[in-house]
């Protein structure tokens, strides 16, 4: 019911929105609780476990009840709080588990069978016969279970992410905030103001409070008008900070506002994190219920939510309303409602030394025992110091008094502190480093302490800062003592409920106790109590009072559970934005990208890179006809490949050689300026780390080049060797991976195509086997390397990466008119295959240089990282599994890798396996299938035959072990 | 977290990597006792612990972070080419 | 008391009234056959298994705080036998079928879901070591399929397989892997340990080991000195404390993993998917919130809780595999505390001390490895020979460099995985 002249709304706007179906309408400031109060909805929801109608219960982000699914389809977003949702045209919204419908819900049943779903029932049953658990009984739990529903579409909603630095972080736009962020910009500190609603002022806006003279919410709005205006200051409204973190670090979501006009693009949202030399927690305090039988009845809400939606939204939360309370807050609530013209049916007060200044009805010592309605309360039991008495109201506004929202201060693993006098837990003190709390959430009740605190925090931090802060009056506003009687639950017939989200009464918390259950912890976890959506904000408090009195222990004796991060829960869309596609992880594109894209060659990812897997010719429908063709053009003519994503570090400096040394198996100090050479790293495990090859570019200058997959490894490896385990040694290593663009030429042909781009042939007739040295194309200084990855001669030319299309292009077209043409990454495997070369797949992390038959590249002439870890006895035994080749011989000519071998006539079990298959390819240049693999004691049983089984492929195949590398083991195509 | 780098001041920890305790590298290319201390056996501390951090995504420096591996409050940090008296 | 439906509906019609503890809080007594020290998963099941297989129940297990209070209490109830190398393997495929009959065994209903676990690889590379992987399993005689790109889609149609960054490639399922609850798992052991005679003492902390001449005589505790033939340190997160309190010095460095719960959500996701490129797996508990995680955060800590740049990945590579759950809300985030051994695998061995029992180095398999662990653990003390499931959780393995389990590759030394 809407109340003329209240409320902060604009009641010239009015806006149109449907619930389950039905339109309504409500005015602009609204939230869709306030519209459908307005409207006399008072059910929007179901609890999870009994399925109980709920209406709202709070007005703010700790509803527990009014969760509802809003848009349709892809936009689908299940469990919006209707107490924050903004209202504007076209709003759908959805109530959510229920069915068939919000007003009759077949699994309601679930009440009535209550008696038997106490806390923890399902751990008591469900056990026979075992098969029905994952058959019938969970799918039925399931299905029972959960709230809204995702739509099950990609999330349409874009977020975006963004940092926020500042002096002082204030969080909560409330009284105290706005005096902490007005103290500390006047003192000159870079402020942001971080307020969860959608406009500044707190509580003001949601009381009849005067500040300086004025009403409080104009009041606020002045503040933010004036704040807004300092270019220190940040205000950040819709913004709620989720959670402390390390470092004065904290993360923060802003929601954008619904229906922003000629923006019908903009992101939903930002999750921002913001780094701040000092933060001060403002915020504030949540009011809590009492547990009183059937205190779940849709018409029972807090006091300060009944102000709230009376005051801020001019909204009658309904006809007659009871007012119960333990606390002095509950009486203006009696003041504001009678002022409206609402009926109050009565004051009942816990409290027997509770005195009323209204008009009304009044019970001191009195309280409420009970509910009575069919879809919400239409009556009320209380028992006095004089018997029972049932009141017709249709509302319960209750108080069980405040709870200083302590949760940020808490969230680096603090407790909070019990508070006697208060009847509550204060924020621990420095928890979080650098944080101050003020107001209400400090257990400053009245407007004047929240201001006072708040200027006197937000001074406190500009201090710290080294700032100094000009005095700053202190607005007049009322002041007031607090007085509570504690009061946690009221005995009576019927279930009272302490956690309504997930159906949680003070029976299940005695239960779980008896069950000894008896630790906070248990009974959460027992129970299930504060583990649903509000994380337990109305109702940990008052559950934990029930335990403490259940195990005759006290309040602060019992102790609470974890505050965890996020203070509201927050989107993972939000948190993880841009994470959804391509955007996941950065896509590195080597120079030769397009030209390879443009000759239809499909891209596989490596690593962050991505590479061309074959470049397929007219006529050729399956990759294997490419990949067989490349294979026979590079042993027959010429091929051209990008190998620009190997990892390239230069390594400069007087001690560059001794530092190789020591980064490498083998020895890089004799390598003779103008030569190359294959090496070995290890990691200090002793196993081995990354290969490639090391090119003397100089006395003191050598180019190291690393695998794809390891080429960050290897430069923090690098890093650490040069600057923590040989800081003396004058030697630096650079990534240039980068800076060059470096192609591999290789086949009998392979110096035709580089005769032709080089400015100078005779560099390349001088330049020996495992050479390197400058060169120049088109006046371009480029380096040429003769290696070899296929086993044919073979160079490497590597340009500025800027040059690295054209050069890719002049190569490939050159190869082509000799016969050959660009290669992808299949036709190199295979390649290396048949040389025997490893990669990777065969240094996979796990094996040593002893494993790959490489133990001989370990010097023992000189000191290496790796070294001592190497010569343990358990990493030189021959029994390891070791590096072999493979080829079928039997009926069965597949071979595929992850297969494990086995003696020939043994049974394929873990007991006797004997090794497995990393690498395997049909070899077109043999005509037959070969592979890799590590066998136990491999090199001591070529000649031998294995069976090689995939149990998951359904092969086995009979292969004879040999040594890995089939063509021209000798070299001599290389060298040539 | 936030790590001052010595050069290049406050930083968030997204920009750093870590490697575990400040171990000094020890003698000899002998597997020894003192090696399999240094690889895997570790005083473990609940509270301060030195520690080698990478600064892989800015400077590319080796850090000696002394740091409360309980609080996780940074009390210094040094670069650890400057520790090893280079 | 034993649990049943009929149980249910008798004390439902009767008032809930005779529901009893589900353990007895018991006061320390001077001297037992076996201490074990730390009440998590570990500890209860191997007293459990003592008493049961062994029938050693003067046996005390000492919680510093309450029962279940650390990574049984804080994981993400993943349960699976889904390795590759020998040691893990036939470990946890032994105490894959341990679960498959707990229930029953500890007449606790802890929710043994077997709904599958499915890898997801994005290249041949990954794809030919989930071959090496899922053909170990069959070899140990565990379950494990191969997919194609296709059989993910008809079982997961909902990742994005159309424009995802680091394209599914196909997965290694395990129809036999899936999640428990995992409270009951510790309340259930609990509770069997319990009824079975062993003493369980809350609020104990042990403070001192007593060490006479090279053999184990008891513990110092908060609650007074208690004499013990054999002591068990089953404390994974603060292993290296406790070690330390018998001189020893452990291959353990404590770590911080995050994981994630959003808000109740009705069924959307049936399996337990994990996305290597990403460091990210999810699964949807029966309360119906999404549960998910990712990598640790990377430094040491004990601080049971983790920053936000491991928080954001975990999501972003949620969004990348599965764009569906952008809507669902994270209303939780927690950490726990690693013990991380240098390969990544754990250890259950005897202390160099005598009658001193180390159980430690849990990685981040010690939820699935609780039954399994309890039951190797429970046959060492019981007849000083490691159970023939747990031969090669050796300590001195690092020393040697003999039986490495560095199940994902990455090195065995710390901070690689």
């Known amino acids: 019911m809407r109340i003329d002249g209240k409320g902060r709304i604009d009641r010239t706007r009015r806006v149109s929105f449907s619930f389950d179906g039905h339109r309504h309408t409500g005015f602009s400031g609204d939230t869709l609780a306030s519209a459908l109060l307005a409207d006399g909805v008072r059910v929007m929801g179901r609890s999870f476990k009994y399925h109980r109608p709920r209406g709202a219960m709070t007005a703010g982000s700790e509803e527990p009840n009014a969760l509802v699914t809003l848009g349709l389809g892809a936009a689908q977003v299940p469990n919006c709080r209707a107490t924050t949702t903004e209202l504007h045209e076209g709003l759908v919204a959805r109530s959510q588990n229920r069915w068939p419908s919000l007003g009759f819900d077949v699994l309601a049943v679930n009440d009535l069978m209550a008696p038997f779903f106490g806390a923890g029932f399902y751990y008591k049953t469900f056990m026979w016969p075992r098969a029905f658990w994952e058959k019938v009984y969970e799918p039925a739990i399931r299905r029972a279970a959960g709230l809204g529903a995702l739509s099950g579409q990609p999330a349409e909603d874009r977020y975006e992410r963004a940092y926020a630095h500042c002096d002082l972080l204030v969080i909560g736009g409330g009284p105290a905030g706005l005096m902490a962020a007005l103290a500390a910009a006047e003192a000159g500190a870079d402020v942001i103001l971080a307020e969860e609603d959608v406009a500044l002022g707190g509580r003001l806006l949601a009381e009849t409070e005067e500040v300086d003279g004025q009403d409080g919410g104009d009041w606020a709005a002045e503040m933010a008008a004036r704040l807004g205006a300092m270019p220190n200051v940040r205000i950040m409204t819709r913004t709620a900070v989720t959670g402390a973190y390390d470092g004065g670090t904290f993360g923060a979501l802003e929601r954008t506002a619904p229906d922003i006009e000629g923006r019908p693009h903009a992101p939903a949202g930002c999750f921002w994190r913001i780094a701040a030399r000092r933060a001060v927690l403002a915020a504030g305090a949540l009011e809590r219920p009492v547990a009183f039988p059937n205190n779940d009845r849709p018409g029972v809400m807090m006091a300060g939510a009944v102000r709230a939606y009376l005051n801020r939204w001019g909204v009658a939360a309904g006809r007659s309303v009871l007012v119960f309370g333990n606390n002095d807050s509950a009486h203006r609530t009696v003041a504001d409602l009678q002022e409206a013209g609402v009926h109050v049916a009565a004051l009942v007060d816990a409290r027997a030394h509770a005195t009323c200044g209204h008009d009304v009805a009044f019970y001191p010592g009195a309280q409420v025992t009970g509910t009575a309605g069919r879809r919400g309360v239409e009556a009320v039991c209380i028992a006095t110091a004089r018997g029972e008495e049932r009141i017709a109201a249709d509302t319960v506004a209750v108080s069980g008094g405040w709870n200083p929202t302590v949760h940020l201060a808490c969230h680096t693993g603090a407790r909070p502190v019990w508070d006697d006098r208060l009847a509550a837990f204060l924020p621990p003190e420095g928890a979080v480093p650098g944080m101050r709390v003020a107001g209400a959430a400090a257990g400053h009740f009245s407007t004047r302490a929240c201001l006072k605190s708040g200027l006197a925090e937000g001074r406190h931090a500009a201090k710290d800062l080294g700032l100094k802060a000009p005095a700053t009056d202190l607005p007049p506003a009322s002041d007031g003592s607090f007085d509570i009687l504690p009061l946690w639950q009221v005995e009576g017939r019927g279930r009272a409920w302490l956690d309504f989200q997930n159906d949680v009464t003070v029976k299940d918390v005695e239960l779980a106790a008896r069950e000894n259950f008896r630790s906070v912890e248990h009974m959460k976890r027992y129970t299930t109590q504060g583990m649903a959506p509000d994380q337990g904000k109305n109702s940990n408090v008052g559950a934990l009072a029930v335990l403490a009195e259940a195990t005759g222990r006290s309040i602060p004796a019992t102790g609470t559970t974890t505050f965890r991060p996020p203070f509201v829960p927050v989107p993972i869309a939000a948190m993880g934005a841009g994470g959804k596609g391509k955007t996941f992880a950065p896509e590195r594109f080597t120079t030769s990208h397009a030209g390879t894209i443009r000759r239809g060659a499909p891209m596989i990812e490596a690593g962050l890179w991505y590479r061309p897997s074959y470049f397929p010719r007219k006529g050729e429908t399956h990759w294997r006809q490419s990949c067989d063709r490349e294979v026979m053009m590079v042993r027959e003519a010429v091929g051209v490949c990008d190998v620009s994503t190997l990892g390239k570090i230069d390594v400069q400096g007087p001690d560059a050689a001794q530092f190789l040394d020591f980064l490498y198996t083998n020895a890089m100090s004799k390598l003779a300026p103008g030569r190359v050479r294959y090496g070995l790293m290890l990691r200090e495990d002793g196993h081995v780390m990354d290969d490639g090859t090391c090119a003397r570019l100089a006395e003191d200058h050598f180019l190291v080049t690393t695998t794809t997959a390891a080429a960050g490894a290897v430069m923090r490896h690098a890093d650490f060797a040069g600057q923590v385990l040989r800081p003396g040694w004058d030697a630096r290593a650079v990534s240039v991976t980068e800076q060059w663009a470096q192609f591999a030429v290789a086949g009998p042909r392979a110096r035709d195509v580089l005769a032709d781009v080089l400015d100078d042939q005779g560099a390349l007739d001088d330049l020996p086997f495992m050479g390197c040295g400058p060169v120049a194309v088109g006046g371009v200084a480029a380096r040429l390397f003769r290696i070899s990855f296929s086993g044919e001669t073979g160079y490497e030319i590597a340009v500025p990466a800027r040059f690295g299309a054209s050069l890719f292009e002049a190569l490939v077209t050159r190869a082509e008119s000799l016969g050959g043409g660009a290669y992808g990454m299949e036709a190199l495997n295979v390649l290396r295959i048949e040389k025997g070369f490893i990669t990777h797949a065969e240094i996979h992390g796990r094996v040593t240089a002893f494993d790959v038959g490489m133990q001989g590249m370990m010097s023992r002439k000189k000191d290496f990282i790796g070294k001592p870890a190497a010569s343990r006895e358990g990493l030189m035994d021959e029994g390891r599994e070791q590096l072999v080749g493979l080829k079928p011989v039997g009926a069965v000519k597949e071979l595929l890798p992850g297969s494990h071998l086995f003696n020939e006539a043994a049974e394929p079990v873990a007991a006797n396996d004997q090794g497995y298959i990393t690498s395997a390819c049909y070899s077109p240049t043999l005509g037959h299938v070969i592979g890799l693999g590590f066998l136990a004691r491999g090199r001591a049983r070529i000649g031998e035959r294995v069976r090689a089984v995939d149990h998951l492929r359904g092969s086995a195949t009979i292969c004879e072990v040999c040594a890995p590398g089939w063509v021209d083991p000798e070299g001599g195509r290389m060298r040539g | ?86 | 008391m034993r649990f049943s439906a009929l149980r249910i509906l008798k004390e439902g019609l009767t008032g809930n009234k005779g529901w009893q503890a589900h353990w007895r809080d018991a006061e320390p007594k001077p001297a037992y056959d076996v201490i074990i020290i730390g009440g998590g998963g570990h500890g209860l099941a191997t007293a459990h298994y003592l008493a049961k297989r062994h029938g050693i129940t003067n046996v005390a297990v000492l919680e510093k705080g309450y029962l279940g209070g650390g990574n049984i209490g804080r994981n993400t109830t993943i349960v699976r036998a889904n390795y590759g190398l020998p040691g893990n393997s036939e470990f946890y495929s032994h105490s894959l079928k341990l679960w498959e009959g707990l229930e029953q065994d500890l007449n606790y209903n802890v929710m043994m879901s077997q709904r599958g676990v499915l890898n997801l690889c994005h290249s041949d590379g990954q794809r030919d070591a989930f071959a090496r992987r899922g053909n170990a399993m069959r070899n140990q005689g565990d379950d494990a399929e191969l997919l194609d790109r296709e059989g993910v889609r008809k079982l997961v149609p909902f990742l994005d397989f159309d424009n995802a960054r680091f394209p599914v490639y196909g997965g290694l399922y395990h129809a036999r892997g899936g999640t428990a609850r995992h409270d009951a798992v510790a309340w259930g052991f609990a509770r069997s340990a319990s009824d079975r005679g062993v003493d369980l003492i809350q609020n104990c902390a042990v403070t001192g080991i007593d060490i006479e001449g090279g053999r184990v005589r008891g513990v110092q505790t908060s609650r007074g000195a208690i004499k013990a033939k054999k002591v068990a340190i089953v404390v994974a997160g603060r292993s290296s404390q406790v070690a330390a309190m018998a001189g020893l010095r452990l291959p353990i460095e404590s770590h911080v993993l995050q994981a994630f719960v959003t808000e109740g959500l009705k069924p959307c996701l049936d399996h337990v998917v994990t996305f290597g490129m990403g460091h990210f797996y999810i699964s949807q508990s029966d309360k119906g919130g999404l549960v998910f995680g990712g990598d640790l955060d990377f430094y040491p800590s004990y601080a049971a809780r983790g920053n936000l740049p491991m928080a954001e990945h975990v999501m972003e590579a949620g969004m990348a595999m599965v764009p569906m759950i952008g809507q669902a809300r994270v209303l939780r985030s927690w950490g726990g505390i690693m013990d991380m051994s240098p390969d990544g695998s754990p250890v259950i061995d005897r202390a160099p001390v005598d009658g001193l029992y180390l159980n430690c180095g849990w990685c981040y398999g010690g939820f699935k490895a609780v039954p399994g662990s309890g039951d190797a653990l429970a046959h060492l003390i019981a007849t000083d020979n490691p159970h023939p499931a747990a031969t090669r959780l050796r300590l001195d393995r690092f020393a040697t460099g003999a039986g490495l389990m560095d199940e994902e590759a990455t090195g065995s030394q710390h901070n690689l995985h």
């Open chain 2, 1 to 86: 977290m936030r790590i001052p780098c010595p050069l290049c001041g406050m930083r968030d920890l997204r920009e750093f990597s870590v490697r575990g305790a400040a171990l000094p590298e020890p003698e000899g290319a002998a597997w020894s006792a003192a090696w399999d201390d240094y690889l895997h056996n570790r005083d473990n501390p609940a509270g301060e612990s030195r520690e080698f951090w990478y600064h892989g995504q800015g400077c590319g420096a080796w850090l000696v972070v002394t740091r409360d591996t309980v609080t996780h409050e940074i009390a210094d940090v040094v670069l650890a080419g400057a520790e090893a008296g280079a």
